[in-house]
Protein backbone atom coordinates (compact mmCIF):
# COMPACT_ATOMS: atom_id res chain seq x y z
CA UNK A 1 0.00 0.00 0.00
CA UNK A 2 2.91 2.41 0.68
CA UNK A 3 3.80 2.14 -3.00
CA UNK A 4 0.60 3.14 -4.43
CA UNK A 5 0.51 6.35 -1.79
CA UNK A 6 4.30 7.30 -3.40
CA UNK A 7 2.71 6.52 -6.80
CA UNK A 8 -0.33 8.34 -5.90
CA UNK A 9 1.83 11.40 -4.29
CA UNK A 10 4.20 11.10 -7.36
CA UNK A 11 1.47 11.54 -9.76
CA UNK A 12 -0.66 14.44 -8.00
CA UNK A 13 -3.65 12.17 -7.27
CA UNK A 14 -2.90 12.13 -3.21
CA UNK A 15 -6.15 14.19 -0.93
CA UNK A 16 -5.79 17.57 0.33
CA UNK A 17 -5.12 16.31 4.01
CA UNK A 18 -8.30 17.51 5.53
CA UNK A 19 -9.97 16.21 8.33
CA UNK A 20 -13.99 15.15 7.67
CA UNK A 21 -16.50 17.40 9.25
CA UNK A 22 -19.15 14.41 8.46
CA UNK A 23 -19.29 11.50 10.50
CA UNK A 24 -20.16 8.61 9.07
CA UNK A 25 -21.97 5.31 10.82
CA UNK A 26 -21.26 1.92 8.73
CA UNK A 27 -21.96 -2.14 8.83
CA UNK A 28 -18.41 -4.21 8.24
CA UNK A 29 -18.16 -7.01 5.90
CA UNK A 30 -18.37 -10.31 6.89
CA UNK A 31 -17.19 -13.58 4.74
CA UNK A 32 -18.89 -17.12 5.38
CA UNK A 33 -18.29 -20.60 3.88
CA UNK A 34 -21.49 -21.56 1.50
CA UNK A 35 -23.39 -24.82 2.81
CA UNK A 36 -23.33 -24.90 7.01
CA UNK A 37 -25.31 -22.92 9.40
CA UNK A 38 -23.40 -20.39 11.02
CA UNK A 39 -23.26 -17.31 13.28
CA UNK A 40 -21.85 -14.47 12.28
CA UNK A 41 -21.28 -11.05 14.13
CA UNK A 42 -21.52 -7.50 11.57
CA UNK A 43 -19.90 -4.38 13.80
CA UNK A 44 -21.95 -1.16 13.39
CA UNK A 45 -19.45 1.41 13.66
CA UNK A 46 -18.91 5.29 13.80
CA UNK A 47 -16.31 7.80 12.57
CA UNK A 48 -17.03 10.20 15.35
CA UNK A 49 -16.26 13.93 15.83
CA UNK A 50 -16.37 13.65 18.97
CA UNK A 51 -19.17 15.17 20.11
CA UNK A 52 -22.32 12.60 19.17
CA UNK A 53 -23.80 11.15 22.00
CA UNK A 54 -26.95 9.22 21.13
CA UNK A 55 -27.19 7.60 17.91
CA UNK A 56 -30.47 5.85 16.44
CA UNK A 57 -31.00 4.21 13.13
CA UNK A 58 -32.58 0.79 11.86
CA UNK A 59 -31.23 -2.51 10.09
CA UNK A 60 -32.50 -3.85 6.91
CA UNK A 61 -31.59 -7.05 5.77
CA UNK A 62 -32.43 -10.24 4.27
CA UNK A 63 -34.63 -12.61 7.03
CA UNK A 64 -34.38 -15.19 5.13
CA UNK A 65 -30.71 -15.10 5.14
CA UNK A 66 -29.57 -13.69 8.44
CA UNK A 67 -32.17 -14.77 11.10
CA UNK A 68 -32.31 -14.71 14.82
CA UNK A 69 -30.38 -11.12 15.34
CA UNK A 70 -28.79 -10.41 18.74
CA UNK A 71 -27.62 -6.98 19.81
CA UNK A 72 -24.71 -5.86 22.22
CA UNK A 73 -22.83 -2.55 22.98
CA UNK A 74 -19.60 -2.06 21.06
CA UNK A 75 -16.74 -1.71 23.04
CA UNK A 76 -16.25 2.00 21.68
CA UNK A 77 -19.58 3.66 22.95
CA UNK A 78 -19.74 6.75 25.88
CA UNK A 79 -19.32 5.50 29.15
CA UNK A 80 -23.11 4.77 30.98
CA UNK A 81 -24.77 4.52 27.37
CA UNK A 82 -28.13 2.79 27.36
CA UNK A 83 -29.08 -0.12 24.55
CA UNK A 84 -33.15 -0.06 23.06
CA UNK A 85 -33.82 -2.60 19.99
CA UNK A 86 -36.93 -2.39 18.44
CA UNK A 87 -37.40 -6.08 17.21
CA UNK A 88 -41.33 -5.37 16.21
CA UNK A 89 -40.05 -5.74 12.24
CA UNK A 90 -37.47 -8.76 12.75
CA UNK A 91 -39.30 -11.33 10.51
CA UNK A 92 -39.33 -8.46 7.72
CA UNK A 93 -35.61 -7.98 8.31
CA UNK A 94 -36.01 -4.47 10.33
CA UNK A 95 -34.32 -4.21 13.20
CA UNK A 96 -34.51 -0.54 14.86
CA UNK A 97 -31.94 0.23 17.42
CA UNK A 98 -31.00 3.28 20.05
CA UNK A 99 -27.57 4.12 22.03
CA UNK A 100 -28.27 6.90 23.95
CA UNK A 101 -25.57 8.12 26.69
CA UNK A 102 -25.05 11.56 28.34
CA UNK A 103 -21.37 11.14 27.72
CA UNK A 104 -19.96 11.42 24.09
CA UNK A 105 -17.90 9.65 21.81
CA UNK A 106 -13.95 9.49 21.97
CA UNK A 107 -12.84 10.94 18.04
CA UNK A 108 -11.94 8.27 15.73
CA UNK A 109 -13.19 4.98 14.45
CA UNK A 110 -15.65 3.33 17.34
CA UNK A 111 -17.91 0.27 17.31
CA UNK A 112 -21.18 1.17 18.50
CA UNK A 113 -22.64 -2.22 18.71
CA UNK A 114 -22.37 -6.16 17.55
CA UNK A 115 -25.31 -7.80 16.16
CA UNK A 116 -24.77 -11.70 15.65
CA UNK A 117 -26.99 -13.18 12.70
CA UNK A 118 -27.79 -17.44 12.68
CA UNK A 119 -26.83 -17.73 8.90
CA UNK A 120 -28.82 -21.31 7.71
CA UNK A 121 -26.93 -23.72 5.50
CA UNK A 122 -26.66 -21.31 2.09
CA UNK A 123 -25.60 -21.15 -1.57
CA UNK A 124 -22.79 -18.92 -2.50
CA UNK A 125 -24.26 -15.16 -2.74
CA UNK A 126 -23.88 -11.56 -0.97
CA UNK A 127 -26.59 -10.39 0.66
CA UNK A 128 -26.27 -6.70 2.00
CA UNK A 129 -26.73 -5.09 5.56
CA UNK A 130 -28.33 -1.18 4.53
CA UNK A 131 -29.46 1.31 6.83
CA UNK A 132 -32.95 2.76 7.16
CA UNK A 133 -35.92 4.38 9.29
CA UNK A 134 -38.14 2.11 9.80
CA UNK A 135 -38.91 0.91 13.11
CA UNK A 136 -36.44 3.32 14.65
CA UNK A 137 -35.25 6.82 12.60
CA UNK A 138 -32.19 7.65 11.73
CA UNK A 139 -30.66 10.07 14.19
CA UNK A 140 -27.09 11.63 15.72
CA UNK A 141 -27.37 14.25 18.15
CA UNK A 142 -25.07 15.59 20.89
CA UNK A 143 -25.46 15.70 24.63
CA UNK A 144 -27.65 18.62 24.08
CA UNK A 145 -29.95 17.23 21.60
CA UNK A 146 -28.62 18.93 18.31
CA UNK A 147 -29.19 16.89 15.14
CA UNK A 148 -25.99 16.30 13.44
CA UNK A 149 -25.20 15.53 10.22
CA UNK A 150 -24.01 11.74 8.99
CA UNK A 151 -23.32 9.38 5.97
CA UNK A 152 -24.48 5.85 6.71
CA UNK A 153 -22.52 3.14 4.54
CA UNK A 154 -24.02 -0.40 4.33
CA UNK A 155 -22.16 -3.33 4.34
CA UNK A 156 -22.25 -6.71 2.73
CA UNK A 157 -22.36 -10.72 4.04
CA UNK A 158 -20.36 -12.77 1.40
CA UNK A 159 -21.48 -16.45 1.64
CA UNK A 160 -19.20 -19.14 -0.34
CA UNK A 161 -16.46 -19.06 -3.23
CA UNK A 162 -16.76 -18.29 -6.28
CA UNK A 163 -14.26 -18.58 -9.80
CA UNK A 164 -10.75 -17.28 -9.81
CA UNK A 165 -11.87 -14.02 -11.36
CA UNK A 166 -14.64 -11.84 -10.23
CA UNK A 167 -15.62 -7.98 -11.07
CA UNK A 168 -15.87 -5.17 -8.45
CA UNK A 169 -17.60 -2.06 -9.36
CA UNK A 170 -19.43 0.88 -7.48
CA UNK A 171 -19.66 4.68 -8.15
CA UNK A 172 -17.28 7.12 -5.93
CA UNK A 173 -19.98 10.07 -4.92
CA UNK A 174 -20.28 13.47 -3.53
CA UNK A 175 -21.82 13.62 -0.30
CA UNK A 176 -25.40 15.13 -1.97
CA UNK A 177 -25.24 11.36 -4.59
CA UNK A 178 -23.34 12.92 -7.31
CA UNK A 179 -20.60 11.20 -9.37
CA UNK A 180 -16.92 12.19 -8.89
CA UNK A 181 -15.28 11.70 -12.40
CA UNK A 182 -11.17 11.24 -12.60
CA UNK A 183 -11.09 10.13 -8.87
CA UNK A 184 -8.30 7.06 -8.54
CA UNK A 185 -9.49 4.12 -7.11
CA UNK A 186 -7.11 1.34 -5.69
CA UNK A 187 -7.77 -2.17 -5.14
CA UNK A 188 -5.12 -3.47 -2.92
CA UNK A 189 -3.79 -7.39 -1.89
CA UNK A 190 -2.98 -8.12 1.54
CA UNK A 191 0.61 -8.84 0.00
CA UNK A 192 0.62 -5.07 -0.90
CA UNK A 193 -0.11 -6.04 -4.60
CA UNK A 194 -2.18 -3.20 -5.82
CA UNK A 195 -4.17 -2.65 -9.16
CA UNK A 196 -5.52 1.15 -10.10
CA UNK A 197 -8.39 2.52 -12.15
CA UNK A 198 -10.01 6.00 -12.78
CA UNK A 199 -13.49 7.15 -12.23
CA UNK A 200 -15.73 7.50 -15.26
CA UNK A 201 -17.84 10.86 -15.84
CA UNK A 202 -20.50 9.41 -13.17
CA UNK A 203 -18.04 8.24 -10.73
CA UNK A 204 -18.16 4.43 -11.89
CA UNK A 205 -15.02 2.45 -11.06
CA UNK A 206 -15.11 -1.04 -12.26
CA UNK A 207 -12.15 -3.43 -11.57
CA UNK A 208 -12.22 -6.31 -13.66
CA UNK A 209 -10.94 -10.08 -13.46
CA UNK A 210 -9.89 -9.99 -9.52
CA UNK A 211 -8.55 -12.66 -7.72
CA UNK A 212 -11.44 -14.53 -5.32
CA UNK A 213 -10.73 -15.43 -1.73
CA UNK A 214 -8.92 -13.18 -0.77
CA UNK A 215 -8.82 -9.96 1.42
CA UNK A 216 -8.68 -6.69 -0.54
CA UNK A 217 -8.21 -2.91 0.57
CA UNK A 218 -10.51 -0.40 -1.79
CA UNK A 219 -9.29 3.09 -1.12
CA UNK A 220 -10.64 6.43 -2.88
CA UNK A 221 -8.10 9.08 -3.52
CA UNK A 222 -9.81 12.82 -3.95
CA UNK A 223 -8.33 16.42 -3.74
CA UNK A 224 -11.77 17.59 -3.30
CA UNK A 225 -13.11 14.55 -0.32
CA UNK A 226 -11.72 12.14 2.56
CA UNK A 227 -13.03 8.54 1.44
CA UNK A 228 -12.53 5.97 4.21
CA UNK A 229 -10.58 2.99 3.06
CA UNK A 230 -12.76 -0.34 3.42
CA UNK A 231 -11.64 -3.59 3.51
CA UNK A 232 -13.73 -6.58 2.68
CA UNK A 233 -13.21 -10.57 1.31
CA UNK A 234 -14.04 -11.05 -2.01
CA UNK A 235 -15.73 -14.49 -3.06
CA UNK A 236 -17.98 -13.41 -6.02
CA UNK A 237 -18.65 -11.02 -7.93
CA UNK A 238 -19.49 -7.39 -6.71
CA UNK A 239 -21.81 -4.45 -7.63
CA UNK A 240 -22.96 -1.26 -6.42
CA UNK A 241 -20.23 -0.96 -3.52
CA UNK A 242 -20.46 2.61 -3.65
CA UNK A 243 -18.35 5.37 -1.69
CA UNK A 244 -19.91 8.52 -0.65
CA UNK A 245 -17.58 11.21 -0.05
CA UNK A 246 -17.34 13.73 3.29
CA UNK A 247 -15.84 17.06 3.18
Known sequence: ML?????????????????????????????????????????????????????SFSLNFNPRTLTNPRVALGAGVPAGSNLGTNTSNVMQGQLGILVDSTSTYVVGSRSIITVTFTVPASPPGITPIMFGSVPTPQSVSSSTGALLPTTYEQGVVVIGAAAAGVDISGRVLTPDG????????????????????MTSSFGVYRF????????????????????????????????????????
Not at 27 to 35: D, L, W
Not at 178 to 197: E, K, L, P, Q, Y
Open 178 to 197: RGIRNVVVAVTDTNGNSRIT
Open 3 to 55: GVVMWLAASGFVAESTYSQVRVIRATNVSIPAGVQTDITVGIQIDSLGNESST
Open 208 to 247: NDVEAGKTYTISINSKRYRFTPRVLQIVDTLADFDFVGQQ
